[in-house]
Structures are given as structure tokens and as C-alpha cells.
């Protein structure tokens, strides 16, 4: 049986074909999960991270690194433009805060997630009646959003909505806690949530101006999903360098169920073709490239 490094390889040239769609695509949502792997010379386990990005229609790319450095969005975030969208982790500000990015941030809007909001003040609503009426607002916001996809509004149906529903909702939201926030202490859940929300507000705002930005980072943090499931089965990488064999195999895979490709399908496909497969043609067997030539092929 071939070793999944061996095939790991080989469809490395697709992985990174896939890099290249998500990061032309001017619209991606970011996330990091952590992962333990064995340490040979410290007799223990230490803690990496998968980085993920998404792309709507594209897929998603996982990558390993044996840290959650600023570092390690080098490769991925050097060429992108558009809108990143993220929670408020410092690493992505730390990133686009060095001097050799500084060209870089100008062509990013960095969009907020409303879903890690709304988990602050959720742990804060028995402390304070602000931290309640909060999260009742952002329901509105999240009402907002359920109604446009009952609809199945296109971008400029969503852009329309969230500038005549949503912005007066933040209005308030925005009021509310900033009248408030001299209230709590600092350390305590509402004044860490009013803090956080108040630190990420522009960006909180971001999809307001886009219709084609989400709400949150709920999707990216769905296609983690299946890791944090094999880490009750398999615990931990077995090195620091197998991160990256699995991060291939997820992405390729995860990047099939986002598309609603059969895994099995793709993959008998592609595999036979990978030995005469150039950096080239790997371009063409990433999966929303398969899917559509696939789609052309058969007229449907």
C-alpha cells in the first residue's frame, strides 16, 4: 500500500495550484486550530497549529506549522488582496504590522467576526443586563442575515438589506456599549466583551459594505471541524514535519465536501494522472477546477 506521505507528495502540486485559487479570489476567511505533535528529543508532545483559509465556491487549504507565529501566514497572505476576514487573533495584525508588509496591508480590508462577539457577551449575559441586550441585538443583525438566505439573495440583494436593516441595529449596538463601557471593570466578562467588540468595530462593520462577506467566520471554522474529530482518534501528529502530509490531505478532501464532490470520485480520477501531472496542469485538478471541467464535459 502506498504511504499517504507518498501520495501526500505527489498531489502537492494540486495543494498549491488550490493555494493560488484562494488567494486570487479577493475574498477569504481565516482561521487556526491547534494540534499536538510528538517531540522526539523532549520525550513529549508540543502544540502546532493548522492555518485555514476558505474561499466561497473555491475550497479550503490547510497549513501546518509547528507554531502560531505571524510568520506563519507569510506564504499565504504575501500575494493576497481583498477582503481577510478573521477573528480578533493579534497575529494577523502583528503580520501586516511589520515593515515588509506595509505595502501589503494597503491592498487588505480586514473584516470582523460577529460570531466570537456574540460568545463574549453569551458568557456575560447572567453578569449584567447590557451584556443581555447586547446579544438580543446581535440576534437582530443574525435575523437579518436568515431572512436574505430564505430569500437566496445575490450580493447586491444582501448588500441592500444590511445597509437599510443592519447598520441602524449597530447604530445602537455601538451607542449602547460605548455609554456602558466606563461601567464594568476591565477584567469582568461584559467589559471584556465591550472591549473586544469595541477594539474590532470597523472591522465588525466590514460586511455591512460587502455583500459578498459574511456575517462571521462560522465556515472556515466549520471545515476544522473534521480535525478537531480526528484528534480524538489519532491524538497527535507523529512528527513535526507529518503536519504538512495531513494538511494536504485535508485540504484536498474538505475542499471536496465544501463542493459536493464525491472524495472517491475525485480521487480515482486524479491519482493515475499524477505521474505525467506538471506544476502546470496540476492546476486543473484542483477540485473546483475538476468540477468544472467535469460540469463542461458532460453539458451539465
Given at each position: 500500500m502506498t504511504p499517504s506521505w507518498s501520495i501526500a507528495h505527489q498531489l502537492a502540486m494540486i495543494y498549491e495550484g488550490l493555494r493560488d485559487e484562494i488567494r486570487s479570489s479577493r475574498y477569504m476567511q481565516a482561521?487556526?486550530?491547534?494540534?499536538?505533535f510528538l517531540d522526539p528529543g523532549s520525550g513529549k508532545c508540543r502544540t502546532g497549529?493548522?492555518?485555514?483559509?476558505?474561499?466561497?465556491?473555491?475550497?479550503?487549504?490547510?497549513?501546518?506549522?509547528?507554531?502560531?507565529?505571524?510568520?506563519?501566514?507569510?506564504?499565504?497572505?504575501?500575494?493576497?488582496?481583498?477582503?481577510?476576514?478573521?477573528?480578533?487573533?493579534?497575529?494577523?495584525?502583528?503580520?501586516?504590522?511589520?515593515?515588509?508588509?506595509?505595502?501589503?496591508?494597503a491592498g487588505v480590508e480586514?473584516?470582523?467576526?460577529?460570531?466570537?462577539?456574540?460568545?463574549?457577551?453569551?458568557?456575560?449575559?447572567?453578569?449584567?443586563?447590557?451584556?443581555?441586550q447586547t446579544l438580543a441585538d446581535i440576534q437582530k443583525l443574525y435575523r437579518v442575515e436568515a431572512g436574505l438566505r430564505e430569500q437566496k439573495a445575490d450580493d447586491a440583494l444582501r448588500l441592500t438589506a444590511r445597509q437599510r436593516e443592519s447598520?441602524?441595529?449597530?447604530?445602537?449596538?455601538?451607542?449602547?456599549?460605548?455609554?456602558?463601557?466606563?461601567?464594568?471593570?476591565?477584567?469582568?466578562?461584559?467589559?471584556?466583551?465591550?472591549?473586544?467588540?469595541?477594539g474590532q468595530w470597523e472591522r465588525l462593520q466590514t460586511y455591512t459594505r460587502h455583500g459578498h462577506v459574511e456575517i462571521d467566520n462560522n465556515l472556515v471554522e466549520n471545515a476544522i471541524r473534521p480535525t478537531a474529530v480526528g484528534?480524538?482518534?489519532?491524538?497527535?501528529?507523529?512528527?513535526?514535519?507529518?503536519?504538512q502530509t495531513s494538511a494536504i490531505l485535508y485540504s484536498l478532501l474538505e475542499s471536496c465536501r465544501m463542493l459536493d464532490i464525491n472524495p472517491q470520485e475525485y480521487l480515482l480520477d486524479v491519482l493515475p494522472r499524477l505521474p505525467t501531472m506538471t506544476n502546470q496542469t496540476a492546476k486543473l485538478y484542483t477540485p473546483a477546477q475538476w468540477k468544472a471541467n467535469r460540469a463542461a464535459s458532460t453539458g451539465q
Open positions: 482561521d487556526e486550530t491547534p494540534i499536538p497549529y493548522l492555518w485555514v483559509y476558505r474561499s466561497m465556491g473555491i475550497g479550503v487549504l490547510f497549513e501546518w506549522f509547528p507554531s502560531r507565529s505571524s510568520d506563519c501566514l507569510t506564504k499565504m497572505l504575501s500575494k493576497f488582496t481583498g477582503q481577510l476576514q478573521s477573528d480578533g487573533y493579534s497575529g494577523y495584525d502583528a503580520f501586516y504590522g511589520k515593515p515588509l508588509n506595509q505595502k501589503l496591508r480586514r473584516a470582523g467576526c460577529w460570531a466570537h462577539a456574540r460568545r463574549k457577551f453569551f458568557e456575560a449575559r447572567a453578569e449584567s443586563p447590557l451584556a443581555a447598520l441602524p441595529i449597530l447604530a445602537k449596538i455601538e451607542k449602547d456599549l460605548r455609554a456602558a463601557a466606563a461601567q464594568h471593570l476591565p477584567k469582568s466578562l461584559t467589559g471584556k466583551a465591550i472591549s473586544y467588540t469595541l484528534k480524538k482518534n489519532w491524538l497527535f501528529f507523529g512528527s513535526e514535519t507529518a503536519g
